[in-house]
């Protein structure tokens, strides 16, 4: 069972840089066929996806934050790397990082990172 743990600042101000890490274990990042994405839920609202990177290292961003998020991978700490440039307190939400293998549900989550962008 693939078991994922993310990290992140907790706080930050208004137009810096958001960095959050997604640490894998149980299961190896460039397994074929897996994905992992990021995901988050702002407060009183739904889940959002945000993007994703495949077991190849290919990137696909959702619309809304395609023009600031970046995401990439560490493949000797098994790590998954998330960031999104000019931090507005719309950006405030738990983060998940989510794995699924293709053609299924996203089906393995962490337990979330609260962030909080605030002055």
């Known amino acids: 069972q693939v078991k994922l743990q993310e990290s992140g600042p907790g706080q930050l101000k208004p137009s810096q840089t958001l960095s959050l890490t997604c640490t894998v274990s149980?299961?190896?990042?460039?397994?074929?066929?897996?994905?992992w994405s990021w995901i988050r839920q702002p407060p009183g609202k739904g889940l959002e996806w945000m993007g994703a990177?495949?077991?190849?290292?290919?990137?696909t961003y959702s619309p809304s934050i395609k023009n600031r998020a970046s995401i990439s991978r560490d493949t000797s700490k098994n790590q998954i790397l998330f960031q999104l440039s000019s931090a507005t307190p719309g950006d405030t939400a738990v983060y998940y990082c989510?794995?699924?293998?293709?053609?299924?549900?996203?089906?393995?989550w962490g337990q979330g990172t609260q962030v909080t962008v605030s002055s």
């Open positions: 989510s794995s699924r293998r293709s053609g299924g549900p996203w089906s393995s």
């Open positions: 149980g299961g190896s990042i460039v397994t074929n066929y897996f994905y």
């Open positions: 990177i495949t077991w190849s290292g290919s990137t």
